[in-house]
């Protein structure tokens, strides 16, 4: 198949899902064609069958806010025309199921059907749908797809809560390739990080409010004060690193706590981890900790939204409620201090991210899905 795919380029698990979806497609064969306006975080080289458009947006003075979305429609119209595409596929409802409605539109005009099928990741339907501002645009681009996937039951559910929906909604897990994600032997780095046999605890997200990364420092302070030895690694960037950053040095934890920025080799981060802390307020999958998980990193986590779906409480890690910071701590000291429970934990959390989880697992679902809407479009 000859599929387009658009996504947030950007720093997070939707592109990193379509980016990784892109790459595997194309590993078994069909070809891919990115449209975005920058090159996808983790598409690091193109290969025979992989190819990328940029979406540029011309200013003019007449334009106070660029239109995005018109330029990214008109990209599609070019390329499923020239590239003779068979199928759309966007990731996240605003803007890219709009624009590929529209370009479907505009290219039916023309004599050509391209199907359009929307993965729904999160944000667009658990925060920025619920918008009454988006809500019409939202509900009207996921019922003009001709195909529409949610990444966890959760988020199905709340789509169908918030939104009329008149198509049914395929539920298609996030996924993570288990050969490059497995727990490396990194011992040279653990031993220069962590000289008195300290242990490790890490968290990877874009800092947005919604990750509650302060609650990540707080809970690692209580530890300290408990007086266990483990150091913090955090992993990403965004708008509550400086705050993030701010809290560590008001808590007298900052020499211990390590502030990475945004890293592509997370594997190699993860590998070194005890505990991956996930203290979300909002989570539709969780993909950072699937991520985790396949390292053999327990995860302790906030007991919301998707996160249920991944991790199993008292098996592959702990589930909070969320924002109690005695329960995050009790949790994460368990685990850190009975090398029985960490090894069992370790285990079937790798277990359960290859058993359930794995890229060769889920990429012949998204196929399926795509041979059953092409046969009804
Ligand atoms: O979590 C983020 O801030 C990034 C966000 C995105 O839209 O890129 O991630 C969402 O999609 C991921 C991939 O499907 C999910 O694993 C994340 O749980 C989801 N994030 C939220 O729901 C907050």
Not at 197 to 212: A, C, D, L, M, Q
Not at 220 to 235: D, I, M, N, P, T
């Amino acid at each position: 198949m000859r599929i387009g795919i658009s996504c947030y380029p950007v720093y997070g698990g939707s592109g990193v899902v379509a980016t990784e979806l892109g790459k595997a497609l194309a590993a078994r064969g069909h070809e891919i064609h990115f449209i975005a306006y920058s090159m996808p975080f983790r598409l690091s080289h193109i290969t025979e069958r992989i190819y990328f458009h940029e979406v540029n947006v011309n200013t003019y003075p007449l334009f106070e806010y660029p239109p995005y979305d018109l330029a990214l429609t008109s990209k599609m119209v070019d390329v499923v025309k020239y590239e003779k595409l068979d199928l759309l596929h966007v990731h996240y409802a605003i803007p890219h199921a709009t624009s590929a409605v529209l370009a479907r539109q505009i290219l039916e005009k023309q004599g050509i059907y391209v199907p359009v099928i929307t993965t729904l990741h999160g944000t667009d339907i658990t925060i920025v749908g619920q918008d009454p501002s988006f809500n019409p645009v939202v509900t009207y681009s996921i019922n003009e797809s001709d195909g529409v996937t949610a990444v966890s039951d959760y988020l199905r559910r709340e789509t169908l809560t918030h939104f009329e929906i008149t198509r049914p909604i395929e539920v298609i897990p996030n996924f993570v390739n288990t050969r490059r994600f497995r727990r490396l032997n990194k011992l040279h780095f653990k031993q220069a990080l962590c000289p008195q046999g300290e242990k490790v605890i890490v968290h990877v997200s874009n800092f947005r409010p919604v990750k509650r990364v302060p609650e990540v420092v707080r809970v690692f302070h209580r530890l300290r004060q408990e007086g266990l030895a483990v150091k913090l690694l955090l992993v990403g960037d965004g708008p509550d690193r400086v705050p993030t950053e701010h809290l560590a040095r008001e808590l007298g934890v900052y020499d211990d706590v390590r502030f990475l920025g945004k890293q592509d080799p997370v594997e190699e981060i993860l590998s070194i981890a005890d505990v991956f802390l996930m203290p979300s307020g909002s989570e539709t999958f969780g993909l950072a900790a699937l991520e985790a998980m396949a390292c053999g990193v327990p995860v302790v986590a906030s007991n919301i939204g998707g996160l249920p779906e991944l991790i199993v409480d008292g098996e592959t890690g702990f589930l909070c409620p969320l924002g109690d910071l005695d329960a995050f701590t009790e949790r994460t000291r368990r685990i850190l201090t009975d090398d029985e429970l960490w090894a069992r934990m370790s285990r079937a959390a790798r277990r359960r991210a290859v058993e359930h989880f794995d890229t060769e697992r889920i990429v012949p679902r998204y196929e399926a899905y795509y041979e059953q809407v092409l046969a009804q479009a």
